[in-house]
C-alpha cells in the first residue's frame, strides 16, 4: 500500500494527505459528473494525465476505499471502478470548488452555463447533491 | 511569474491548477482559522513545511492576487502576509475539507471539539463563515 503520512492532527491536513494533488480530484470529478468508470476513459480526460500518474492515483484510492474496482461483468478485459461512499461524501468539496472557480476564472463559451449550476446550487445545494448521488445509482 | 498553466476548460481544473497541492491550503487553513500572517509563523506549523516550498507558494499566492505582501509596520525586517476576497472566498472549500475529513480521519482527542464544530456547521453555516469573516477583520 501508498504509505500515506499523516503529517499533524488537523482535519484539513488529513484531508490533503490524500487529496492534495492536482490529479485525484480530477479522477472523483470524471466519476461524479461524468459517470465515467474506465481507466481509458480517465486518461481521456482533456488535462491529459499521464499513465503512470493516473495508474498510481488509482491505486491510492482503492487501497483508501475511495473507490472499488471489479472486473466488468460484460468487457472482461476491462476493470470497472465505482465511488465508495467515502468517494462520493466529497462531492460537497467538489461543488466548492467550482463555485470559487465560477468566481474567478474565464471559461469562455461554458461561462453562462458554469454560473447557471452555481446560481441552482446557491438556491438549494442539498437537492443538487441528491440529483447527483441519484444519477450515479443509474450507472 | 510563476506559470500557471490552465489544462482544460473545466472549473474544478482551474482551480486545482492554483491550490491542487499539500501545502497550499494549509497556508489559508493558518491564515483563516489560526490568523497567522508571518513566514515564521506558517514555517511553524506542525506539519513541518520546507521553507523553500513555503517561499515558492507564498509567492504563487501573492502574484496570483490570493494574498497581499507588505511591510510589517511595527516589525520592519518583517513581511505580513493578508488574505484578499479572492483568498477568503477558499473558507467554503476549507469547511468541506473539514467536514469530509471529520467523517473518515482520527483525531484523537480533538475528535469532540471538531464533531462539535462540524455539528454548528451543519446547523447554520452562513453564520459560522461570517463568524470567521468577522474575526479575520480584526487582525
Not at 56 to 72: G, Y
Not at 92 to 108: A, C, Q
Request: one cysteine or more; charged letters at 25%; a positive charge.
Amino acid at each position: 500500500m501508498r504509505s500515506i503520512i499523516k503529517r499533524s492532527n488537523c482535519p484539513i491536513s488529513y484531508g490533503l494527505d490524500f487529496l492534495g494533488d492536482k490529479w485525484i480530484l480530477l479522477i472523483f470529478r470524471d466519476m461524479i459528473f461524468e459517470k465515467k468508470s474506465y481507466f481509458k476513459d480517465f486518461l481521456g480526460s482533456a488535462e491529459g494525465v499521464a499513465t503512470n500518474i493516473l495508474t498510481s492515483r488509482l491505486k491510492m484510492l482503492v487501497e483508501h476505499e475511495f473507490i472499488t474496482v471489479e472486473q466488468d461483468m460484460n468487457r472482461k478485459t476491462m476493470k470497472k471502478y465505482r465511488l465508495t461512499k467515502k468517494g462520493k461524501d466529497l462531492i460537497p468539496l467538489l461543488l466548492e470548488l467550482m463555485i470559487w472557480s465560477s468566481k474567478y476564472g474565464d471559461f469562455g463559451l461554458e461561462t453562462v452555463a458554469l454560473l447557471n449550476y452555481v446560481e441552482s446550487l446557491n438556491q438549494n445545494r442539498s437537492k443538487v447533491i441528491q440529483q447527483i448521488l441519484a444519477n450515479l445509482e443509474d450507472n
